[in-house]
C-alpha cells in the first residue's frame, strides 16, 4: 500500500523559511514525477512545484517562483520543498502527490493518483 506522509509544516513569521519533506513508503517512485500542491482556506488546491526524477527537471507556480525550491533524495524516496521569505498569503494545507505515470503533466492535480494527508503551514505578518 502506498503512503505518503507529509511533515515539516507550522508556525512561521513573513519572511522566514520551512522545510517540508514528503516521504513515501510502500513502493519507490525513482523515475516518475512528484508534485507539491496547496490549499488554502475557501480556495481550490492549486498547483505549486513538480519533480520528476530525471535531474533538472522541475517546474514551480508563478507565486512562488524564486522563494520555493523542489528536490528529491532517492535513496529515501522522498521529495522536499524549501520555503523562504514566506508570505501570510503562503498560509495553507500543503499535500505531496505521486504519480505511477512517467509522463504527465505535473501542475495538473489530476495527473496525480497517491496523495497524503497534507500538513499545515502558517505565516503570520
Known amino acids: 500500500q502506498v503512503q505518503l506522509v507529509e511533515s515539516g509544516g507550522g508556525l512561521v513569521q513573513a519572511g522566514g523559511s520551512l522545510r517540508l519533506s514528503c516521504a513515501a513508503s510502500?513502493?519507490?517512485?525513482?523515475?516518475?514525477?512528484m508534485g507539491w500542491f496547496r490549499q488554502a482556506p475557501g480556495k481550490e488546491r492549486e498547483f505549486v512545484a513538480h519533480?520528476?526524477?530525471?535531474?533538472?527537471?522541475?517546474s514551480y507556480a508563478d507565486s512562488v517562483k524564486g522563494r520555493f525550491t523542489i528536490s528529491r533524495d532517492t535513496a529515501k524516496n522522498t521529495v522536499y520543498l524549501q520555503m523562504n521569505s514566506l508570505k501570510p498569503e503562503d498560509t495553507a494545507v500543503y499535500y505531496c502527490?505521486?504519480?505511477?505515470?512517467?509522463?504527465?503533466?505535473?501542475?495538473?492535480?489530476?495527473?496525480?493518483?497517491?496523495w497524503g494527508l497534507g500538513t499545515q503551514v502558517t505565516v503570520s505578518s
Open positions: 502527490a505521486a504519480t505511477s505515470r512517467a509522463s504527465v503533466n505535473g501542475a495538473d492535480e489530476r495527473s496525480y493518483e497517491y
Open positions: 510502500g513502493r519507490t517512485f525513482s523515475g516518475y514525477p
Open positions: 519533480i520528476t526524477w530525471s535531474v533538472g527537471i522541475h
